[in-house]
């Protein structure tokens, strides 16, 4: 096997290993934008792990994220990088050591855009980790949510256009990404209080969460009207419809929903 085919191979086994959402609809794409998405979605996937790793100390988080958006915004060196994450690399995951892999297979002429977005996501993620994580408004959570999953919008919006023309808002790509986050921000409130972290604004309810994860999810649905192409569109509706779904199982006081419930999610939007 070919070194390009044994690390496409590697970052699909990986993809599975870390996503839940977006495995199935990432393998649902023609080739070509399986191996671009699925790279970009690891580059985003190997600095979120920085982020959120347990124990990690926020001094040492902020130091990688902001170094490792320094080398993004260049060709990437991938020695400079493994010193980088040397010190720490026996409590990192592999999907943040082996993030040159994931740069390496994705097409080089889009690589730049994936790496100027996951750069600004790293820079953005190190300012929050500077703070604490202190989300105090809605101003607070719009900033935290488009540099978390917003960002990732704005990155498949520039793939789309490189791939087939398709052109997309990015404001209502970032809308869909926050969304999204939100939704997991809800699934995830008990777990990060334990860890004493609250993603939702002063004086909100869980109610005005819900409602403002509904609206952004509703501005999901109308970035979705500027897309032609059959697989891009199953891709974009499956994660949106598992966050609708995943709203209601909360609403309805369960945590989560069960494998069969994700999967009669899928088979009715693939018609499989």
Known sequence: ???????QKEAMQMLKLTSR???????????????????????????DEIEDHVTLDSGVKEHLLRETASLLKKPFDHEAYLQLVSPYSHILPEVTLKLGNWISTCPSDIVHKVQESTSIMANGMAEWVRKNWHIKTKEDLNDYTYYVAGLVGVMLSDIWEWRDGTKTDRDLAIAYGRGLQTVNILRNVQEDKDRGVNFIPAGWSIDDTFDYAERNLALGDEYMKDINSKTILLFCKIPLALAKKTLQTLKSGK?????????AVVEEITGS
């Open 21 to 47: 959402t977006f495995y199935i609809p990432i393998t649902l794409l023609e080739p070509t934008l399986k191996k671009t998405v699925a790279s970009a979605y690891l580059c985003m996937r190997a600095i």
């Open 1 to 7: 096997m070919s070194n390009d085919k044994q690390l």
């Open 255 to 263: 945590e989560k929903m069960s494998r069969s419930e994700v999967e």
